[in-house]
């Protein structure tokens, strides 16, 4: 029976830590690097494809919600004490 390592890595981690135990010249780890990404992005692209269909939003949509100016603008805590200041007899309990 095969032992089970408990360690903090997920699955995912542990199998391509056991795949290269025996180490990797700086060519091949920049390449698992480079297929590594790659896989990384075509997973973030599928699901946003996914979201997208789910959403019945297209291409054109999607690039106008990346460059639109979605930030809340706050007001400055004590800008706002100043221009709203505490009711008589009621402290701030800061």
Do not use: C
Request: no cysteine; aromatic share 6%.
């Amino acid at each position: 029976m095969e032992a089970v390592l408990q360690t903090p890595f997920n699955a995912a981690q542990v199998e391509i830590l056991q795949l290269f135990s025996q180490g990797l010249s700086n060519e091949q780890l920049e390449e698992l690097r480079h297929l590594l990404v790659e896989f990384r992005f075509k997973l973030l692209d599928d699901h946003l494809e996914n979201v997208a269909k789910q959403k019945g939003l297209n291409v054109e949509q999607i690039n106008k919600a990346s460059q639109e100016h979605r930030r809340t603008a706050y007001r400055s805590k004590q800008r706002s004490i100043q221009q709203n200041p505490p009711a008589a007899g009621h402290e701030s309990s800061h």
